[in-house]
């Protein structure tokens, strides 16, 4: 079966032998230690359990994946990828790559998922991904996320060594599904370097020393905050659990990280890294 579209493709762009050694390794570990394999999803059997799949994490009736089966298959059809892992209960994990505009030599990954967030799946998923891109030239890969949800901010600027480098306001819209809710979708820009990730894990900022912004989160601690090394913005550890109990609350966070992120990024700075006490780190690229 021909999985891709038959049109003319340039050859792909050259990557370094050995960072396509060093991801394949790193993805075959990750995949080892999860216990998981992934394969590519290209016919309609096998893409239908995988929009099911994406259905059940993102709370939608089946009937009303985030990506239909067809979707899914138009996807592959033009040269995406759909990576998957199954075990005796189906699906456990599931992606969706495609390729940006040809000078980027970037891929954008249009959603990923993994049943369970404490065995590595997630991260092998997001390595098998790479080995992928890779493969076919790539240098980059590209997602958004909600800047609230501090542990998908925690995967991917400190585990996996990506950089947010714009804030969205309200980017998609209403989403009608059981995860976003009536919430405003702003989204984190993130941009993974393929070739030579790496991984940055740091504390808070020195609450002592640092210059702290006088308005408190809806939390009343700090949340703002600067110092030699650049700005700190801090979100809530569980915004999701927030989000179905007190829809006002979550909009205050919102609005104010909002406050604090937005006039930042517009200033020219990038979110580095981030703290398991959920603490964005903000430098400019002098500072990096």
Same mark, same amino acid.
């Given at each position: 079966m021909r999985s891709t579209a038959s049109v003319p493709r340039a050859a792909p762009a050259t990557v370094p032998a050995s960072a396509?050694?060093?991801?394949?390794?790193?993805?075959?570990?990750?995949a080892t230690r999860a216990g998981v394999r992934f394969h590519l999803a290209e016919d309609l059997p096998?893409?239908?359990p995988v929009s099911r799949f994406l259905a &059940?994490?993102?709370?939608?009736?089946?009937?009303?994946?985030?990506?239909?089966?067809?979707?899914?298959?138009?996807?592959?059809? @033009? $040269?995406?990828?759909?990576?998957?892992?199954?075990?005796?209960d189906g699906v456990a994990a599931a992606a969706v790559l495609l390729f940006c505009s040809p000078s980027s030599r970037a891929v954008y990954s249009m959603i990923a998922a993994a049943r369970t967030s404490d065995h590595g799946v997630g991260f092998a998923l997001k390595q098998a991904q790479r080995v992928w891109a890779l493969e076919?030239?790539?240098?980059?890969?590209?997602w958004t996320f909600d800047p609230l949800?501090?542990?998908?901010?925690?995967?991917?600027?400190?585990?996996?060594?990506a950089t947010a480098t714009e804030y969205s306001v309200?980017?998609?819209?209403?989403?009608?599904?059981?995860?976003? &809710?009536?919430?405003e979708t702003d989204r984190l820009t993130a941009v993974w370097p393929l070739c030579d990730p790496h991984p940055v894990r740091l @504390? $808070?900022?020195?609450?002592?020393?640092?210059?702290?912004?006088?308005?408190?989160?809806?939390d009343g601690a700090p949340f703002s905050a600067r110092d030699e090394s650049g700005h700190w913005c801090r979100v809530p550890l569980d915004i999701l659990t927030t989000r179905r109990?007190?829809?006002?609350?979550?909009?205050?966070?919102?609005?104010?990280?909002?406050?604090v992120l937005l006039p930042a990024f517009d200033a020219g700075f990038t979110a580095t890294g981030f703290s398991r006490s959920g603490w964005y780190h903000l430098t400019r690229k002098e500072q990096s």
């Amino acid at each position: 079966m021909r999985s891709t579209a038959s049109v003319p493709r340039a050859a792909p762009a050259t990557v370094p032998a050995s960072a396509q050694a060093s991801a394949t390794e790193t993805a075959t570990r990750a995949a080892t230690r999860a216990g998981v394999r992934f394969h590519l999803a290209e016919d309609l059997p096998t893409l239908e359990p995988v929009s099911r799949f994406l259905a &059940g994490v993102w709370q939608t009736p089946e009937s009303q994946p985030p990506f239909a089966p067809d979707v899914l298959r138009a996807f592959v059809h @033009a $040269g995406g990828a759909v990576h998957y892992a199954s075990d005796g209960d189906g699906v456990a994990a599931a992606a969706v790559l495609l390729f940006c505009s040809p000078s980027s030599r970037a891929v954008y990954s249009m959603i990923a998922a993994a049943r369970t967030s404490d065995h590595g799946v997630g991260f092998a998923l997001k390595q098998a991904q790479r080995v992928w891109a890779l493969e076919r030239g790539a240098t980059a890969m590209v997602w958004t996320f909600d800047p609230l949800v501090s542990r998908n901010a925690y995967f991917n600027l400190a585990k996996l060594g990506a950089t947010a480098t714009e804030y969205s306001v309200d980017l998609f819209g209403r989403i009608d599904d059981g995860v976003n &809710g009536h919430d405003e979708t702003d989204r984190l820009t993130a941009v993974w370097p393929l070739c030579d990730p790496h991984p940055v894990r740091l @504390a $808070g900022p020195d609450l002592e020393s640092a210059e702290l912004d006088p308005q408190p989160a809806p939390d009343g601690a700090p949340f703002s905050a600067r110092d030699e090394s650049g700005h700190w913005c801090r979100v809530p550890l569980d915004i999701l659990t927030t989000r179905r109990q007190d829809q006002p609350l979550t909009a205050k966070w919102r609005a104010a990280v909002r406050d604090v992120l937005l006039p930042a990024f517009d200033a020219g700075f990038t979110a580095t890294g981030f703290s398991r006490s959920g603490w964005y780190h903000l430098t400019r690229k002098e500072q990096s």
